[in-house]
């Protein structure tokens, strides 16, 4: 256990320490990622004003509320991606992974977990910013804020267990580009990525309900919201925690089956 821990400390600490090193790179990207979110609130205030001042419940306060916060887990959902699978394996990166005594998995989390402390500092000036712009109204109570810190980071490793797994197509075909793209589609849709899952038709909420996209990121915002009551927040834990086992079950079924069409050619 103690090696364990200093493994995932060591590579969280040089993570820290490389993404400093890309402080400015990282705003860039950051920024760049703020004018999905912004247009979707403008959009939906603008309707809301036109309607009497809420649609669904939500105020032009409340989006912007979702779509501040939406900022931060939308960094916090960032991990590797299938598309860098196909870059993994040509360029020999998983060759010196499968040289090590742990499961390459365990490398690319711990990466990933110690940018996702870099990415929340350089996260809150940019909130504040947007806060001052569009004045956000969020009405947690003290149990959903501590929650939110544990959904925040449950949405992370069930995302990250659920791409790894799709990464693992790449063994099988190079093309597999469509499969992804689909795969992003859908997440997009139901998620409440692009608008709160209460704003969705009534099918959609109940097909959402089964798959695990919002559990990743419109649930950790509602939350911090104020929207969900202990059986809801409860539950939605609980479906981060089924989804990241299912992921895990599945990846180590995938992963012994990948290896065997796995060969590395030196030079």
Do not use: C
Not at 165 to 184: D, H, K, M, P, Q
Not at 222 to 239: A, C, D, H, S, V
């Amino acid at each position: 256990m103690r090696a364990w821990i200093d493994f995932y400390l060591t590579h969280m600490r040089l993570a820290i320490i490389e993404q400093n090193q890309y402080r400015v790179a990282n705003y860039f990207y950051m920024i760049g990622m703020i004018a999905e979110p912004v247009i979707y609130l403008v959009v939906w205030s603008a309707v809301a004003n036109a309607q009497g001042g809420s649609v669904g419940g939500y105020t032009p306060q409340e989006f912007a509320g979702y779509y501040i916060v939406w900022t931060l887990v939308r960094n916090m959902n960032i991990v590797l991606t299938p598309y860098a699978w196909e870059q993994y394996i040509q360029r020999g990166f998983l060759s010196i992974q499968l040289l090590k005594p742990m499961h390459p998995m365990h490398n690319d989390l711990a990466y990933f977990s110690g940018w996702k402390f870099v990415a929340i500092v350089m996260w809150l000036p940019i909130a504040l910013i947007l806060g001052l712009i569009f004045h956000p109204e969020l009405h947690p109570t003290w149990w959903q804020a501590i929650a939110f810190f544990f959904a925040l980071w449950g949405g992370f490793f069930l995302r990250f267990m659920l791409l790894w797994l799709l990464g693992l197509i790449t063994f099988w075909t190079t093309r597999v580009s469509a499969i992804f793209e689909l795969y992003f589609l859908l997440e997009l849709i139901f998620s409440g990525r692009m608008v709160p899952m209460d704003l969705m038709p009534a099918w959609m909420q109940q097909v959402a309900a089964y798959l695990p996209f919002q559990w990743a990121f419109g649930f950790p915002i509602e939350l911090i919201l104020g929207k969900l009551t202990p059986y809801q927040t409860l539950y939605g834990l609980g479906m981060q925690v089924f989804w990241t086992l299912l992921g895990i079950f599945f990846v180590k079924i995938t992963w012994r089956a990948a290896l065997k069409r796995f060969s590395a050619v030196g030079a």
